[in-house]
């Protein structure tokens, strides 16, 4: 399964790219907030992508999305777990930054949640039900995409952290990302003080 690649851009489109890596091509879909990051690119650029591999029996063509930062694709795989989200549908819908999202989630603002492409309102308090207490990680990114430290430390962002013990939890640990994301949020509940991904990690199993 690939689940990142670094290459150069060969053909770039309104919401996909064709990105040559190891003299292969693949073309991957890009969410608008991805694509948008992509604008000022052009052929021959060289671009690192974190990748959400989706194949199933019902779409059997391997399809590959791609993601500027590694937080977003964890948000995305989050966010597939809302009934009636699929994938693709959920490629199409990331048309706001994460954080808006996440914020409009844990304050339960349908209004917003209605504006992405292809959600309506039943869908949107699908979202609430499912991913309200568990977006933590995702709220009051800076422009680097990382939220500081409490106390300004100079070490990675929260964000950063909780995108690294998230994917140990369910890539090689098993557990599903929305289950991850509440051990997370339990985690940090209970010592807002973690500094580092062996610490938030240490956390999480000694709530377990």
Same mark, same amino acid.
């Given at each position: 399964m690939i689940g990142y690649l670094e290459? /150069?851009?060969?053909?770039?489109?309104a919401d996909r790219i064709l990105l040559l890596a190891g003299q292969v091509g693949y073309e991957v879909l890009l969410p608008p907030i991805v694509a948008e990051t992509l604008m000022e690119k052009s052929v021959g650029d060289e671009l690192n992508l974190y990748i959400y591999f989706q194949q199933s029996e019902r779409q059997p063509r391997p399809?590959?999305?791609?993601?500027?930062?590694? #937080?977003?694709?964890?948000?995305?795989?989050?966010?597939?777990?809302?009934?009636?989200?699929?994938?693709?549908? +959920?490629?199409?819908a990331l048309t706001l930054p994460v954080h808006e999202i996440a914020k409009a989630v844990e304050s339960e603002d349908v209004r917003l949640l %209605? /504006?992405? %492409?292809?959600?309506?309102?039943?869908? +949107?308090?699908?979202?609430i039900a499912t991913l309200k207490g568990k977006m933590e990680c995702f709220l009051l990114p800076?422009?680097?995409?990382?939220r500081p430290l409490p106390g300004g430390g100079p070490a990675e962002g929260i964000d950063a952290i909780c995108s690294?013990?998230?994917?140990? #939890?369910?890539?090689?640990?098993?557990?599903?990302? +929305?289950?991850a994301a509440g051990m997370i949020d339990d985690a940090l509940a209970r010592n807002p003080a973690i500094a580092s991904a062996e610490a938030l990690f240490d956390e999480v199993l000694s709530g377990l």
């Open positions: 290459g /150069s851009l060969l053909k770039k489109e399809q590959l999305i791609g993601f500027h930062q590694e #937080l977003i694709k964890d948000f995305f795989q989050l966010f597939i777990t809302v009934e009636d989200i699929g994938p693709l549908k +959920a490629v199409k %209605k /504006s992405l %492409k292809g959600i309506g309102g039943r869908t +949107a308090q699908k979202m800076t422009e680097g995409g990382e690294q013990v998230l994917n140990v #939890l369910v890539e090689q640990l098993g557990h599903k990302p +929305a289950d």
